[in-house]
Structure formats: structure tokens, C-alpha cells
């Protein structure tokens, strides 16, 4: 097992991880930028390095300075989070020349994945559905013979990667050129890379993804799915396990799906598959998201996993205890608490922070790297915390994860917690019978009561 471990990122993310080092009785290195100097996460590691400046292509981002920390420091792997360098197959590979192992799936498999088409041909081969869309790369007259065959509405989407960056909805001809455009200056800002694919927009559709562990024997584990619906800009606001859209047999498809995917890329680690769902219960890959998630306090809570541990014994070598389907139980449902606006189009709230007040009792779990009087700074992400419950069944973690939000004091910025009190009250969240269109067809009636 390792005794040293490098912890590259910042924020929620790595007060998890590093909390869950010491519990392995192993040490942790942050790192920081100067606008971090104070963070939660660098007083918790037992050592910290500062390396740069507040923006993150000059910090985070920066893989020299991420692996001279590592180095300098004597640290033997590196676990990268989730975003900023989590999917860099670059850093993957600067981690291995160095002598490191990094806490993730091997640098081929990555850079395979991170290529959407390529996913996709590997996906097809393993016998996983896909969304209708181009097979490779698709240039602006490309995708309009493609939307012509598909038929609108179709999805732009970047080929290096997701997070509902580089992504454009196209319901006529008439608007692919400008949403071409826009969509292909947006994905080579967040990725470097402007390249674009075409997929069928299937609607209504929900969004459910499978949680895998794979060791490097070749045992695979899926640890079920969890429900990401519910969405802004294509990034998700509530997360829940089971989903209120899944049958046992559709479910066992699903997880079915995942593991012979796993088998066939050789992956390793901790990985995620994302699938859409349509009306008539079908499935179709999406994407591989080749870290850890946000969202992954759901499946721990009704596995009873813990998957950075996991995920660090797994890149020791360990083993997995068991291959298949993991055993889980009740009810899981997450928020996320960004600092946004939600009356102006989620818009990001910065600030500092007055007040911070979580909620306690039964079954409530809170992720974050806040304390009260914490600066929300505007060069990262606006998630501030995450507020997951765990009940008997699905109506009792609604009334719990409710009852937990009302009791969630935050003052200073604008967040999106009231609004989240109202999703999980509505009659269409309570039903169970609601898609990624949500937000957008339930958004004015919610913002409207929030405001009042």
C-alpha cells in the first residue's frame, strides 16, 4: 500500500479524498493556488505546495507543477478527482514516467474513452445500443447530411469530452450553422479540441448511469445506477439510486452492458457508463466517464462502498473482494448546492460566504469544502456542497433530503438550494415521471415560487 499520496485537485473533491487517506493510515500532499491559500483541503493534508497563480491553466491545470509537487514531496501515486486533470491521458502518462501511479483507469483507455467516436466503436463492439449519430468526427456539412438522415432534433456534442460543454440542441435546419459554430468554439475553449460529433436527440429521455470498480485481475463490479435527470445546461442538480425509471430486468441489462464494456476496453478502476433512456425502455450508451463523480455519495450510500477507498487499493494492486452485481439497499437521493442564481439562468453567485450552517440528523450526509466566512471564488466550479440523504425507500428520502434543505443555512451568495426544495416537490419529481427536459419545461413555475 502506498504512504504518500498526492491529492491534484481542490474544493469538496479533495477534502473527500484526503479524509479518506488518513483513514487508510496513508499521508497526503495538497496542492493549491494563492487564491486557496486558506482552503479546508490544505490545512487537512499533512503536507501542502502552493503552485500558481488563482487560474487554473496556471495551477491546477498545469502538469509540470501538478507532478514536480508530487516528486519534490516523495509522494508514489496521484489521485486527480474529478475534473481538471482527472481525464488527461498526458498527465496519465507524465505520472508514469515519473514514477507515479495515478489513482485512475491506464493512459490508453482514457485517451480512447475521452475520444467520444472512438467510444463509441469500441461500445458497438462490445455489444452495448447507441444512440443513432455519426461514427467518427463530423465537420459543419457532415453534420448537416447527418441531421438530415437522423432527423431533427439532433445534439452536437464534442468529441474530447462532456459535461455539457461543447454541446448544442438543433431543431431545424435552419439553426445547425450558428449552433455548429458556437458549439465547436465552445468545446476547443474547454478542451483544446473544436471537433464535433452528431447524435439523434431522443425525447423524452432520462439520463441513468452504472458505477463500475474493475481491479487489474479482470473482476469487474457494477454497483448499480443512479438517475441524473435532472439537469441544467446538461449538468446535473439532483442525482437518485434506484431510479424511479428501472425495472430488475432493465436494470440488469444495463449493468450486463457495462460489465461486458469493461471486459472489452480492459478498463481499471473506478469508471462510469452513461446511458439514455427513451420512453419505450430502451437504452443507448452516451459516453465513459473514466474518473470518479460528483454524484458518487449515491452509490456508496446504498452499497455501503466506499470507492475512493476502493479506488486507491485497486491501483495498489489489490484485488476486489467480488466481481458481478454489488448488494445494495434503500434509498439515496444528492443535491448539489452550486452558488448560482437560478432566477438569472443559474448564473454563478461568488462571494463570501456569512453564514454556513449544515444540516444535521439521520441519514444526512454533507460533502464540502466550506466554512463559514469562505470565499466562493470565480475561477472554479459554483458547487459548494453536497447534501446527499439515505432512507428506507424513495417517498421517505424525499421528506428527509426536504427537511434537510430547509434546514440548510447559507448566507452571502445566491444558491441554488430553495429551488432544489421545490424540484423535489413537485409532482412530477415525486412521481417518479420526469426527464432531462425538466428544467425546462417546470423552470419559470419553480423560479417563480422561489422568488416569492
Do not use: W
Not at 158 to 185: I, N, S, W, Y
Not at 337 to 348: H, L, V, Y
Amino acid at each position: 500500500m502506498f504512504q504518500r499520496v498526492l491529492v491534484a485537485n481542490r474544493g469538496e473533491i479533495a477534502v473527500r479524498v484526503i479524509r479518506a487517506l488518513r483513514e487508510m493510515g496513508i499521508e497526503s500532499v495538497a496542492i493549491y493556488s494563492t487564491a486557496d491559500e486558506d482552503a479546508l483541503h490544505v490545512r487537512l493534508a499533512d503536507r501542502a505546495v502552493r503552485i500558481g497563480p488563482p487560474a487554473a491553466a496556471q495551477s491546477y491545470l498545469s502538469i509540470p507543477s501538478v507532478i514536480a509537487a508530487a516528486t519534490t514531496t516523495g509522494c508514489e501515486a496521484v489521485h486527480p478527482g474529478y475534473g481538471f486533470l482527472s481525464e488527461n491521458p498526458e498527465f496519465v502518462r507524465m505520472c508514469e514516467d515519473n514514477d507515479l501511479v495515478f489513482i485512475g483507469p491506464p493512459a490508453d483507455v482514457m485517451a480512447r474513452m475521452g475520444d467520444k467516436a472512438q467510444a463509441k466503436a469500441e461500445m458497438r463492439e462490445a455489444g452495448v445500443p447507441l444512440v443513432p449519430g455519426t461514427e467518427g468526427i463530423a465537420g459543419p456539412e457532415d453534420a448537416r447530411a447527418a441531421a438530415d438522415s437522423l432527423g431533427y432534433p439532433v445534439l452536437l456534442k464534442a468529441a474530447a469530452g462532456g459535461g455539457g460543454k461543447g454541446m448544442r440542441l438543433v431543431t431545424g435546419p435552419h439553426e445547425l450553422h450558428d449552433a455548429f459554430q458556437r458549439a465547436a468554439a465552445e468545446a476547443h475553449a474547454a478542451f483544446g479540441d473544436g471537433s464535433l460529433y452528431v447524435e439523434k436527440a431522443i425525447s423524452p429521455a432520462r439520463h441513468v448511469e452504472i458505477q463500475v470498480l474493475c481491479d487489474s485481475h479482470g473482476t469487474v463490479l457494477t454497483c448499480g445506477e443512479r438517475e441524473c435527470s435532472i439537469q441544467r445546461r446538461h449538468q446535473k442538480l439532483i442525482e437518485e439510486s434506484p431510479s424511479p425509471a428501472l425495472d430488475p430486468e432493465l436494470r440488469e441489462e444495463m449493468e450486463a452492458a457495462a460489465e461486458r464494456a469493461c471486459h472489452h476496453i480492459g478498463y481499471r478502476n473506478a469508471g462510469t457508463f452513461e446511458f439514455l433512456v427513451g420512453p419505450d425502455g430502451s437504452f443507448s450508451f452516451i459516453e465513459l466517464n473514466a474518473r470518479l463523480q460528483v454524484e458518487h455519495p449515491v452509490t456508496e450510500l446504498v452499497t455501503g462502498l466506499d470507492l475512493v477507498r476502493q479506488q486507491v487499493r485497486v491501483a495498489a494492486g489489490e484485488r476486489l473482494e467480488h466481481g458481478g452485481r454489488a448488494s445494495r439497499s434503500r434509498h439515496a437521493i444528492e443535491l448539489r448546492i452550486n452558488a448560482e442564481d437560478p432566477r438569472e439562468d443559474f448564473r454563478p453567485s461568488p462571494g463570501r460566504i456569512t453564514r454556513f450552517r449544515p444540516p444535521l440528523g439521520p441519514g444526512v450526509r454533507v460533502d464540502t469544502f466550506v466554512e463559514e466566512g469562505a470565499t466562493i471564488s470565480p475561477y472554479y466550479d459554483s458547487m459548494i456542497a453536497k447534501l446527499i440523504v439515505l432512507d428506507n425507500n424513495r417517498h421517505l428520502a424525499i421528506e428527509r433530503a426536504r427537511r434537510a434543505l430547509r434546514e440548510f443555512e447559507i448566507e452571502g451568495v445566491q444558491t441554488t438550494r430553495d429551488v432544489l426544495h421545490d424540484i423535489l416537490g413537485s409532482d412530477e419529481f415525486r412521481s417518479g415521471e420526469y426527464s432531462t427536459s425538466f428544467i425546462e419545461e417546470a423552470g419559470a413555475r419553480l423560479l417563480a415560487g422561489a422568488a416569492t
